[in-house]
């Protein structure tokens, strides 16, 4: 079985570990450059990733609020076009929260190869 496995490239394990390996470099970039901060700098830095995401998202957040509002001006009766707005939301939150690896190099100024 592990003849077959080889061939194939690895057990699933395996396969994962190959897949994120590159990673643990760039991790252990970040932990030595914020090692040496203070409690307080890394309060600091928390402060500024949340500013970051939340202006990384404002444009989206708009958009929502802007079609939730649209969507409850038109009259009851108009089902399809509530609808069709509110799928529209549902889009933008959707991308909205999608993992953060697709903008780790927005906020980290590198880009994340998967």
Same mark, same amino acid.
């Given at each position: 079985?592990?003849?077959?496995?080889? !061939?194939?490239? +690895?057990?699933?394990? #395996?396969?994962?570990? $190959?897949?994120?390996?590159? !990673?643990? /470099?760039?991790?252990? +970039?970040?932990?030595?450059?914020?090692k040496? !901060?203070?409690?307080?700098?890394?309060? /600091? $830095?928390?402060?500024?990733?949340?500013?970051?995401? $939340? /202006?990384?998202?404002? #444009?989206?957040?708009?958009?929502? #609020? /802007?079609?939730?509002?649209?969507? #409850?001006?038109?009259?009851i009766?108009?089902f399809?076009?509530?609808? +069709?707005?509110?799928? *529209?939301?549902?889009?933008? $939150?959707? &991308? &909205?929260? *999608?993992?953060?690896? &697709?903008?780790? +190099?927005?906020?980290?100024?590198?880009? !994340?190869?998967?």
């Amino acid at each position: 079985m592990q003849i077959i496995s080889k !061939l194939f490239g +690895g057990s699933k394990s #395996e396969k994962d570990v $190959k897949k994120i390996d590159h !990673l643990v /470099a760039v991790i252990n +970039g970040h932990f030595n450059s914020y090692k040496g !901060l203070s409690n307080d700098e890394l309060r /600091a $830095k928390t402060t500024e990733f949340k500013a970051r995401i $939340k /202006a990384y998202l404002a #444009e989206t957040d708009s958009q929502i #609020e /802007a079609l939730q509002a649209e969507a #409850e001006a038109l009259p009851i009766s108009d089902f399809m076009g509530r609808d +069709g707005l509110y799928e *529209q939301v549902d889009l933008l $939150k959707s &991308r &909205r929260t *999608q993992p953060w690896r &697709r903008s780790y +190099g927005t906020f980290c100024q590198k880009p !994340l190869r998967w």
